[in-house]
C-alpha cells in the first residue's frame, strides 16, 4: 500500500512532467528561401529525433523577408534561413534576429561564420571562369584583374544589384578600401561584353559559348554544370578554366547559407534545437551537399563529384560575415556610382 506522502511526491511529479510537456514545443515555423530534395531529408530527420514537426513556408528570399517584416509581432515565423550574407544582415538590420547564446553553435561554427544572431551552416565561393580559347589564367589570378583595360569587352556578370555580387564589393571594399573598389566597379563596368543580365549559369554558358571571355559565378552552379550529363553542358564546360581568386592575397570571396532565430519566435526552444541541429555532423552534410556547398563544421566528409570536379583546395577568404554585412550598403552606393546595375 502506498504511503499518504509518497503518494503526494508521485503527484507533485507527475503534474511537473504534465507542465513540462505542456512547454515543450511540439512544432517549428520555419520560413526558408532554399527548397532542395536533401531539405527535405533533414526536416524529417529532425522530426525523428526530437519529435518536432517542422511546418514549412518557401518562398523567394526577399519575398520571405518582407513577409516576416510584415506579420510584425504576430509572426508565426521561428526561423528564418536564406541564402547570402547581405540578406542575413538586412533582416538583423531590421531588427529580426534575436541573440542566440549556445555553446553548442560557438563550438561547432568557426567565429568568422557566425555573429551573435545568424549562423552560416554551408559556404559557396564567388570564383572566375574563363574561355581558354580567349583568355589566359594569368590575365584572371585575381578579383582586381577584371577591371584590366586588358579585359576589354570580355567580361560578363549578373545583375550588380544582386546580393551575390554586393557581397563580393562589401569584401573588397574591406579588403581594398572604398575607393580602390570603387576604381575597380569602373573598370569591371568598362570591360562588359555585355550589359548584366541572366543567373550566373547563364554566365558560365555565355563563357563556354564564346559570348563572354570571362565571368563572375558562384561555385555552386559550377560544380551542377560539372554534374551535368547534357551533351551541350558538357561541351561548354571544356571549354571553361576556373580560377580560385586572390590566392596570393586576402583569398577567395566567400558566401554563405544561413539562418537565425527570430525575435517574436513563437517556439524558441525548438529553434534554438533547430539551429543546433543544423550545425550537426549529419544535417551539414544534407545541407552543403544539397546545393554543391561546402559544410562549415570541420571533419563533415563530403562527397561530391561536381565539386571534387572543381579541383581540391583553395585559401578562402576569411573576413567574419558580420564585417562583411557591414559594408553591402555602401557596395551598392559603390555600384551605383560606377554603372554597374
Ligand atoms: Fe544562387
Known amino acids: 500500500m502506498i504511503k499518504l506522502k509518497t503518494l503526494a511526491v508521485l503527484l507533485a511529479g507527475a503534474a511537473a512532467l504534465t507542465s513540462q510537456a505542456q512547454a515543450a514545443d511540439t512544432e517549428l515555423n520555419l520560413y526558408t528561401a532554399r527548397h532542395y530534395q536533401t531539405d527535405e531529408n533533414l526536416y524529417t530527420d529532425f522530426t525523428a529525433k526530437t519529435g518536432i514537426k517542422i511546418n514549412r513556408i518557401e518562398g523567394k528570399e526577399e519575398e520571405l523577408l ?105 569584401a573588397l571594399i574591406q579588403h581594398l578600401g572604398a575607393a580602390r573598389t570603387e576604381e575597380w566597379a569602373k573598370g569591371l563596368v568598362a570591360n562588359f561584353a555585355r550589359a548584366p543580365k541572366g543567373g550566373d549559369t547563364d554566365q558560365i554558358k555565355a563563357v563556354g559559348a564564346g559570348e563572354c571571355g570571362v565571368a563572375l559565378v558562384n561555385s555552386y552552379y559550377l560544380a551542377r554544370m560539372l554534374k551535368s550529363s547534357k551533351p551541350e553542358d558538357r561541351k561548354a564546360m571544356e571549354r571553361i578554366g576556373i580560377i580560385w581568386p586572390n590566392q596570393g592575397s586576402f583569398g577567395t570571396h566567400i558566401n554563405i547559407s544561413g539562418g537565425g532565430m527570430l525575435k517574436t519566435a513563437p517556439h524558441k526552444q525548438a529553434a534554438v534545437k533547430f539551429l543546433e541541429y543544423l550545425a550537426s555532423m549529419e544535417a551539414q552534410d544534407y545541407f552543403a551537399n544539397g546545393n554543391n556547398e561546402w559544410p562549415v563544421v570541420a571533419g563533415v566528409k563530403l562527397s561530391n563529384r561536381g565539386l571534387e570536379a572543381m579541383g581540391g583546395s583553395f585559401k578562402a577568404d576569411t573576413l567574419p560575415v558580420g564585417k562583411l554585412a557591414e559594408s553591402v550598403v555602401e557596395a551598392q552606393r559603390i555600384y551605383d556610382r560606377a554603372g554597374f546595375r
Open 66 to 170: 518582407e513577409r516576416i517584416r510584415n506579420e510584425g509581432a504576430n509572426s508565426p515565423a521561428d526561423i528564418f534561413i536564406t541564402v547570402d550574407a547581405a540578406r542575413l544582415a538586412a533582416a538583423d538590420q531590421y531588427g529580426l534576429f534575436a541573440t542566440v547564446d549556445s555553446p553548442t553553435l560557438k563550438a561547432a561554427i568557426p567565429a568568422h561564420l557566425r555573429t551573435d544572431r545568424w549562423f552560416a551552416y554551408s559556404t559557396r565561393a564567388r570564383v572566375i571562369v574563363y574561355n581558354k580559347l580567349d583568355v589566359k589564367a594569368e590575365q584572371v589570378r585575381n578579383y582586381e584583374d577584371l577591371a584590366k583595360p586588358a579585359l576589354k569587352g570580355k567580361v560578363c556578370t549578373r545583375s550588380g544589384s544582386h546580393a551575390y555580387n554586393l557581397s563580393l564589393g562589401a
